[in-house]
């Protein structure tokens, strides 16, 4: 079973992504900020993290910041899923080492889905 980490202050979209995976296949750990969110990857080494980028106390570029810079989580693939559309946000997140970017206005949760299990499969 994957564990997927889930990293979004908004608990709407925290259950429009629970409602989407798989129970029999993915493990399902929430986070509601960044600070949270890396208590949570210690805690449970995820095989895959879901980030927002506007959250509060610790927001997504800065998680990604710390994770990238933690030799033992540095390799977890982290899919941003954010409102965010500009282009320098998109850029940012990937030269911050987000291995995918999906704005939230332009998809739907199955296609955080659909995107997870490419990488874990």
Same mark, same amino acid.
């Given at each position: 079973?994957? /564990?997927?980490?889930? %990293?979004?202050? *908004?608990?709407?979209? #925290?259950?429009? =992504?629970?409602? @989407?995976?798989?129970?029999? +296949?993915?493990?399902?750990?929430?986070?509601?900020?960044?600070?949270?969110?890396?208590? /949570?990857?210690?805690? %449970?080494?995820? *095989?895959?993290?879901? #980030?927002?980028? =506007?959250?509060? @106390?610790?927001?997504?570029? +800065?998680?990604?910041?710390?994770?990238?810079?933690?030799?033992?989580?540095?390799?977890?693939?982290?899919?941003?899923?954010?409102?965010?559309?500009?282009?320098?946000?998109?850029?940012?997140?990937?030269?911050?080492?987000?291995?995918?970017?999906?704005?939230?206005?332009?998809?739907?949760?199955?296609?955080?889905?659909?995107?997870?299990?490419?990488?874990?499969?």
């Amino acid at each position: 079973m994957k /564990k997927i980490l889930l %990293i979004d202050d *908004d608990p709407s979209i #925290l259950l429009l =992504l629970k409602e @989407v995976f798989p129970k029999e +296949e993915y493990l399902l750990e929430y986070a509601r900020d960044g600070d949270e969110g890396l208590t /949570k990857v210690k805690e %449970i080494h995820p *095989d895959v993290i879901v #980030l927002d980028i =506007l959250m509060p @106390v610790m927001n997504g570029f +800065e998680f990604l910041d710390m994770i990238k810079a933690d030799e033992k989580f540095k390799l977890i693939p982290i899919v941003v899923y954010s409102i965010l559309q500009d282009e320098k946000d998109v850029e940012t997140a990937f030269d911050k080492g987000a291995v995918s970017y999906i704005q939230k206005e332009q998809s739907e949760p199955k296609d955080v889905l659909q995107k997870v299990h490419e990488i874990v499969h």
